[in-house]
């Protein structure tokens, strides 16, 4: 995983087009058949879907042997969810309803060693289980780990600039469907949260600061790619069921 992690920041750092999907399901199987494909990078969502910490280690450990960059999505912005994630393998952290610099920048410290920081463990998955010395998986950790903060509330669009700004904050993801309800909108295609989505991408770029984002249709990337997002995130393992059986059953029906 550290060379895959160490890839995965270094693209997102440079821009690069990236495109991952959502885990929901908490089964290691499903995680390493995702593991064989060619997207750049898989988020295990531990906060809409009921990964624990063990169905968190054991689907970032076949991730893990895959070589694919595995990100986690954290419940909240608790530190012990932080220090869980990375020390099972994660590549990095997706946080969401990240509202204030103040509270981007405690993120920063929970996700890196330092003082008050991380806490060390060298037994964990990703000191090589007491195989790395400490001085190599801290440096080794601070150039793998990526950080990226979620907007979705009205709090953040506030407080974006500032966000934006924080050092060690690796790419800001918009929660687009959040920012909706947020704005007290029907339809991700609101001019209203269009024009905060826009909002978000402008300063980012401004700040130097890569961008993420779940778009609701995969048409829509393009478009998003000229306003200055790079990593995307979309669809997950269930919508891939879901809309596989409907292709079965049309292809059935139309064969006679």
């Known amino acids: 995983m550290n060379q895959a992690s160490a890839q995965f920041k270094s693209r997102l750092a440079a821009g690069d087009t990236l495109l991952g999907t959502f885990i929901k399901t908490p089964a290691p199987l ?14 295990l969502d531990a906060e809409h879907a009921p990964f624990g910490r063990m169905e968190i280690d054991a689907c970032l450990q076949v991730l893990n042997a895959a070589n694919k960059p595995a990100l986690v999505r954290v419940p909240s912005d608790a530190p012990e969810h932080i220090l869980n994630a990375l020390d099972c393998g994660a590549s990095g952290i997706l946080v969401p309803h990240v509202l204030s610099a103040e509270q981007a920048e405690a993120l920063v410290r929970a996700a890196h060693y330092g003082p008050g920081g991380r806490g060390y463990a060298g037994s964990s998955r990703a000191a090589g289980f007491a195989g790395k010395p400490i001085n190599q998986h801290m440096s080794d950790s601070a150039s793998r780990t990526s ?4 907007i ?35 339809s991700p295609h609101d001019p209203r949260v269009v024009e905060a989505v826009e909002h978000i991408c402008a300063v980012a770029r401004a700040a130097g600061r890569p961008v993420g984002m779940f778009v609701p249709d995969a048409a829509e990337a393009q478009a998003w790619i000229k306003r200055g997002a790079s990593l995307f995130l979309l669809e997950s393992d269930q919508l891939f069921l879901l809309r596989a059986a409907a292709d079965l059953r049309k292809r059935f029906e139309q064969a006679g």
């Open 30 to 43: 499903v995680s390493e058949i995702l593991g064989r494909t060619s997207l750049d990078v898989l988020c």
């Open 147 to 150: 950080l990226i903060l979620q």
């Open 152 to 186: 979705e509330d009205l709090p953040a669009l506030e407080n974006i600039e500032k966000i934006a700004a924080v050092k060690g904050a690796d790419c800001l993801f918009i929660g687009r469907i959040d920012l909706t309800v947020a704005l007290g909108a029907e």
